[in-house]
């Protein structure tokens, strides 16, 4: 190894040298999220540019690395290949505290650590994976190598004499690493176990009945990934095996399978041995037991009873696309299968609540896991559209306008059983503008009202105009009136007289009217009833709070409210539509 204006290094590192490399280097940073940050309470440690170092290694590096490969679980056919990440030098007390490191290239799966032979100690290398931990020295006369996969969590304890110098290095996977299980005597087990999870009603919590049986299987990995690093041939060590087996046993069973990444959410009963010792002085703490400060070390936390899991899958690898895909699907506990618990997992965060009088004492812990999801293939549809309802309007209307209407309306009415819950999704401007283009597309009248129920009359926007005039115009006045009432449904005045519906929705009320108002008689009609159960909830909320004292958050309510309409009102009236107004009430309050 060869650094320029230096010359080579030799081994063991000498004083002289290490602090040559030191006037090359800068403070070493760290990623937080989105930003990359310098906190020498975080990561304290030189970090030297890697343009001007130059390493040669011998033919037994192959030799190294092919058997890191096996080590780490990965197939013969594939290959790792170094990329010099960055050359670091921790000084006398520097550290780096626990943490993950994050993918640099879409092939990396490891990281390989190489310490350069030095006279140092302390400095060691923890890594720790599924809640066991191991520590590895440098060698004074000899060079040492420890390659983990990139999601194993790690940290380099204080150098308390000496300097440690080191070589990081990303680990790239070429070649696929999925493997044909299909002759696995296994794989018919397996097929067999899917079919019986498939068929076996679940038992109601807190009930002896049986309810139907699960409509998914999510079989949690051991191993975390990130959305850029989810990928059928990057599985890492035995999840790739298994990948393979429930790959196969899916395809027996005639079912689907989807590669996805999970958010799990644990509450425990838990306590705190030593309230005293947590909130006190922490002088005597161990000074190797350095933490991330963004994350919580919940290790002091007893814990007793679980309370609840929930477990919502995030992104998965679409069955049909090949494509990254963000979802949203919350999955019960009859659904979830794993070979290591969560519990044997370390959390990424905690959180720890203590007794607040009638509640609290409890940890909450959340991870990230990837998980298997499988489902019968006849239920293919409806699986997919529980997860990610944009994609499934979207399918609806595709299929719709290539004239295989029957087949269409078939698959809309599969939702009914879990759509009413599409009101409550993300993004909900945009899903509606999805609903209403199906709702057309399906030529339906009960299924157009299905697919729009679960939205509220607020979520109509200007955009969304000439999509609901033709609706209106299609399908009737007793229809939109019906669905008119659907969405009004959850107007009603709170306790404290505040509208559910926000200033935002009379503000653009005009808009949209006028939108509406192009379509002809029956869009006009439309907007004239949109005008008239706005009205009726506009005075059904302001009402009561007039009646009551006016507290400083019923007036800045009142004052938002106030201002939208008088614009409205001076701007342009009822929104074009005959220029009839109704009675407005007689109100005192900030310009009322």
Request: aromatic letters at 8%.
């Amino acid at each position: 190894m060869a650094v320029d204006g230096l010359g080579p290094l030799r081994f063991p590192i000498a004083d002289e040298q290490a602090v040559q490399l030191r006037e090359l280097g800068r403070r070493a940073r760290f990623g937080r999220g989105e930003q990359t940050l310098t906190d020498p309470e975080v990561r304290d440690t030189w970090e030297i540019p890697k343009e001007p170092v130059h390493v040669e290694w011998t033919e037994a590096f192959t030799a190294v690395l092919d058997g890191m490969r096996a080590e780490l679980g990965l197939p013969p056919h594939c290959q790792l290949m170094p990329e010099l990440h960055s050359v670091l030098l921790y000084e006398t007390g520097q550290f780096f505290v626990p943490h993950q490191d994050s993918e640099k290239d879409d092939a990396m799966v490891a990281t390989l650590v190489v310490s350069l032979p030095s006279a140092h100690t302390g400095g060691e290398l923890v890594v720790e994976h599924q809640g066991q931990s191991k520590k590895y020295r440098g060698l004074k006369t000899a060079v040492s190598l420890v390659a983990f996969y990139s999601d194993c969590r790690h940290q380099v304890l204080p150098v308390k004499s000496g300097n440690r110098v080191t070589l990081t290095y990303n680990l790239l996977l070429r070649g696929d690493n999925q493997v044909s299980a299909t002759e696995s005597p296994l794989v018919g087990d397996l097929a067999t176990a899917l079919l019986a999870h498939f068929a076996t009603p679940v038992v109601l919590p807190y009930s002896s009945r049986k309810g139907k049986p699960p409509a998914r299987l999510a079989y949690l990995l051991d191993h975390e990934y990130t959305a850029r690093g989810l990928s059928w041939s990057r599985l890492k060590g035995s999840d790739s095996a298994r990948g393979a087996l429930l790959r196969a046993a899916a395809e027996r069973a005639d079912c689907e399978i989807a590669l996805a990444l999970a958010e799990i959410q644990e509450t425990w009963d838990a306590y705190d041995e030593d309230e005293d010792a947590w909130y006190g002085d922490h002088e005597d703490e161990d000074p190797d037991g350095y933490q991330d400060p963004g994350s919580t070390d919940d290790r002091q936390y007893v814990l007793q009873d679980l309370i609840e899991t929930s477990t919502t899958l995030t992104h998965w690898i679409g069955p049909e696309t090949g494509r990254l895909e963000d979802i949203s699907l919350d999955i019960s506990d009859a659904e979830v299968a794993s070979t290591t618990p969560t519990t044997d997992m370390t959390p990424y965060s905690s959180e720890y609540e203590g007794y607040m009088g009638n509640y609290g004492n409890t940890l909450d812990r959340w991870y990230r896991r990837a998980a298997l999801v499988i489902w019968p293939r006849n239920q293919g549809f409806a699986s997919r559209a529980e997860a990610s309802p944009g994609w499934a309007l979207d399918e609806l209307a595709a299929t719709a306008r290539a004239g295989k209407i029957a087949e269409a309306r078939e698959a809309a009415r599969s939702l009914e059983s879990f759509w009413h819950a599409a009101g409550r999704y993300p993004g909900q401007a945009e899903l509606l503008g999805k609903a209403l283009e199906a709702a057309r597309e399906l030529d339906d009248a009960q299924v157009a009202t299905m697919l729009l129920r679960p939205f509220a009359l607020e979520r109509l926007i200007p955009p969304h105009g000439p999509a609901f005039a033709a609706l209106a115009t299609h399908y009737g006045d007793i229809w939109m009136d019906g669905l008119l009432r659907y969405w009004t449904e959850g107007w009603r005045p709170s306790s404290y007289g505040l509208a559910q519906a926000p200033s935002e929705w009379f503000e653009d009320l005009p808009r949209l009217c006028a939108a509406l108002s192009t379509g002809g008689t029956a869009s006009t009609a439309a907007a004239r009833r949109i005008i008239e159960v706005s009205w009726t909830m506009f005075t059904g909320q302001v009402a009561p709070a007039l009646d009551g004292p006016l507290t400083s958050r019923r007036e800045a309510w009142l004052t938002a409210l106030g201002g939208a309409m008088r614009r409205d009102h001076r701007g342009r009236g009822q929104a074009g539509i005959d220029g009839r107004s109704p009675e407005r009430p007689q109100a005192h309050a900030n310009g009322w």
